[in-house]
């Protein structure tokens, strides 16, 4: 037996088995968000997709396709190695941090992550199971029933709209392309990756903000029917002045976002390499990095 339990779980943490898991936990988010950007494409250029634009309306698109029961079924295996790889790096995440109060902040955002996607993964499950659940709809409506609601709805919505804003900053300074392994990709290939994670994570970011602000709308003209999530958020934009271009941007984000995640199963930084901090990143990874830019 392992005289050190904790330093084998961290072995463990860093093993390639939550390598595996992790990648295959990107391409499943990857595969939500592209159903989600198609739907909203659809709205965007004046059609009227069955489904609503968000996680649970993009779950019950793929459950409609041919073999679509077999393609959920992977989906929420997929959503639930997510869950799982976020989980462990909630645990054991930003070891190579030397700032103690961002270490923190980076295993809180990977619980809060862990947490969303086990809800996302059983509302991809109550799908494939033809059960009701309100799991990726992402509405605060219920919230402002509770005497307490307008405030937490108010808290929800401002988290949402710093949330926002901080992607959309990661994506216009590339941020994101420190958790890559920019050594292992072609000229061409980092700059592929590269211009689809701008336009992903700040289209990711732009959502989240806009979300966001329907939810600080609720709070403040307390009117529930604001705070229904995405699906209604994106609806809600068709009725204004320009609202189709706008949604039909935002829903080429979340499809390049989609992208993104995909080159995120094939690149992303994990286990102990993944919470290294950047100065201390493999020394060859480094030099083919500088060579490819």
């Not at 941090?97 to 992550?113: I, L």
């Not at 901080?166 to 392309?177: H, L, N």
């Amino acid at each position: 037996m392992d005289a050190d339990p904790a330093g084998a779980a961290r072995r463990a943490a860093d093993s390639p088995v939550v390598d595996r898991v992790a990648r295959v936990g990107f391409a499943a988010r990857g595969t939500t968000y592209l159903l989600m950007g198609w739907i909203a494409l659809q709205l965007g250029l004046g059609h009227h997709p069955r489904q609503q634009a968000n996680q649970k309306g993009a779950f019950q698109e793929l459950a409609q396709q041919p073999d679509g029961p077999a393609l959920l079924w992977l989906l929420v295996v997929g959503l639930a190695c997510y869950a799982v790889y976020r989980l462990v790096d909630a645990v054991w995440g930003g070891r190579g941090e030397p700032d103690a109060k961002k270490r923190v902040a980076k295993r809180v955002g990977s619980a809060f992550r862990a947490g969303a996607y086990a809800v996302l993964t059983y509302g991809a499950w109550a799908v494939l199971q033809h059960r009701s659940s309100s799991a990726g709809e992402g509405s605060g409506a219920g919230l402002m029933q509770h005497s307490y609601g307008r405030w937490l709805v108010a808290a929800i919505g401002a988290g949402l709209v710093i949330g926002g804003v901080a992607q959309v900053a990661s994506g216009i300074t590339r941020r994101f392309e420190k958790h890559l392994k920019t050594g292992q990709m072609g000229p061409r290939t980092r700059r592929v990756v590269e211009a689809v994670g701008i336009v992903g994570t700040t289209g990711r970011g732009v959502v989240f903000a806009v979300i966001g602000w329907f939810f600080l709308d609720a709070a403040r003209t307390f009117d529930p029917k604001k705070a229904e999530g995405l699906d209604q958020s994106l609806r809600e934009l068709v009725g204004h002045g320009g609202g189709r271009a706008v949604l039909v941007a935002i829903a080429l984000g979340l499809l390049a976002f989609g992208l993104y995640s995909w080159c995120e199963a094939r690149w992303r930084r994990t286990g102990k390499e993944g919470r290294l901090s950047p100065g201390h990143l493999p020394g060859a990874d480094r030099a083919r990095g500088a060579l490819s830019r």
